[in-house]
């Protein structure tokens, strides 16, 4: 494996190695072309906390259509996905399943909720078939009884973000890509293009592209120049893993989620016996602490959803923060700055675009053309500037 030396040129450097950087490093090594990756700890951010939900269907809300779409493509590369990047990785497991998603209600105003969405979703011509409450407790005979009526949805999936994480990290090097565990300083731009990155030590790094990756932190780089990229929001997310005991699996058979006091809960059960719980959505800047109040809500919420939740040993509890544009929708491709390549914004769908996030940055950085899929979501849409 050839890796470079400090101050070596690279064809490709990206800032930032979490699951999007890694991805587009993954698969833009796999091409040919020289990649570094630049993060202190690849592998860690948002994916470390993330439940795994691949829920295109479950997830639209109005006026996401663009959005569903690129959904619905990753969605549909991911059983393939995994399995190359099992490969890739020498063998390492992502946790990927074909499980299905249960969006219940639990109230009358609830049910008029998601036969709403039942009825969107038919106009898309998406499949999701409408259950009786007693349809969905039989299909997961741990919901509350009060349980109204529900949303069953086959497509949607799930896969373990850390295992996910690791598995890249793996492809990554496998592939020749060098990941640098150091931190950026500033962006260098010489002649207005983006030229590299200078380390927090004064080390510079150049490459033919920049591809900032860095998640809510991305448009805070120093040396960006300003309105090149738009602001990030960080959007706080508190989760919860809880272990089911071997006697009591299966305790749910596919991802279940509700709208509960009008937060949306969702729980996640793992084929190894985990159970996640997630996730609030907090807007408190870059604070990762996790509160007393955030694990209460998440308790008491999904308590009233699955009551025997709360025999279940809590294992672990943790936060993170999920990288939110101005219109929730990712920014993918180069920006107004020549050379600098955007891959961030993915606010609650990062696990699930992973996939097709890493195709279409890899055949634009290896080819100059970015494809149409990409066009709706290229940063170039808050710039003004002419894609």
Request: hydrophobic share 40%; net charge neutral; glycine share 12%.
């Amino acid at each position: 494996m050839t890796r470079l030396a400090s101050g070596d040129r690279a064809e490709v450097l990206v800032v930032g190695g979490g699951i999007i950087g890694l991805v587009v490093a993954w698969q833009t090594a796999r091409r040919g072309l020289g990649v570094t990756v630049l993060d202190p700890a690849p592998g860690g951010g948002a994916a470390q906390v993330a439940a795994g939900m691949l829920a295109p269907v479950t997830e639209l809300q109005y006026g996401e259509e663009p959005l569903l779409r690129l959904g619905m493509a990753s969605n549909e590369r991911w059983a393939a996905f995994a399995a190359e990047l099992t490969g890739a990785s020498g063998g390492l497991d992502t946790g990927y399943r074909q499980c299905g998603t249960l969006a219940v209600a639990l109230d009358s105003d609830d049910r008029e909720e998601l036969r709403e969405l039942h009825a969107f979703h038919r106009r898309l011509g998406l499949d999701s078939q409408w259950l009786t409450g007693r349809e969905a407790r039989r299909l997961e005979p741990m919901l509350a009884p009060g349980v109204r009526g529900g949303l069953h949805v086959t497509g949607d999936h799930q896969v373990d973000g850390r295992r996910l994480a690791a598995a890249l990290v793996r492809a990554c090097e496998r592939a020749g890509a060098v990941l640098r565990r150091a931190e950026a300083a500033e962006l260098l731009v010489e002649d207005d293009r983006a030229t590299g990155v200078r380390l927090t030590d004064g080390t510079a790094l150049t490459a033919g592209q920049v591809v900032l990756a860095a998640g809510s932190r991305s448009h805070l780089l120093p040396g960006l120049p300003p309105g090149v990229l738009p602001a990030i929001r960080p959007v706080k997310g508190q989760v919860l893993r809880l272990r089911v005991p071997a006697a009591y699996r299966p305790f749910l058979s596919r991802n279940v989620r509700a709208v509960v006091r009008g937060g949306h809960i969702y729980l996640v059960p793992r084929a190894d016996g985990e159970l996640v719980i997630g996730a609030t959505s907090e807007e408190q800047g870059h604070d990762t602490t996790v509160t007393a109040g955030g694990v209460y809500e998440l308790l008491r919420d999904a308590h009233e959803l699955v009551p025997g939740i709360t025999e279940l040993p809590l294992v672990e509890t943790g936060a993170g923060l999920r990288p939110g544009s101005p219109d929730n929708a990712p920014l993918l491709g180069p920006t107004a700055l020549p050379g600098l390549v955007a891959a961030t914004g993915h606010y609650r769908n990062g696990v699930l675009l992973t996939p097709v996030t890493g195709d279409l940055l890899a055949e634009y950085l290896a080819t100059g053309d970015l494809p149409e899929l990409a066009r709706p979501f290229s940063p170039h849409r808050f710039t003004k500037v002419p894609a």
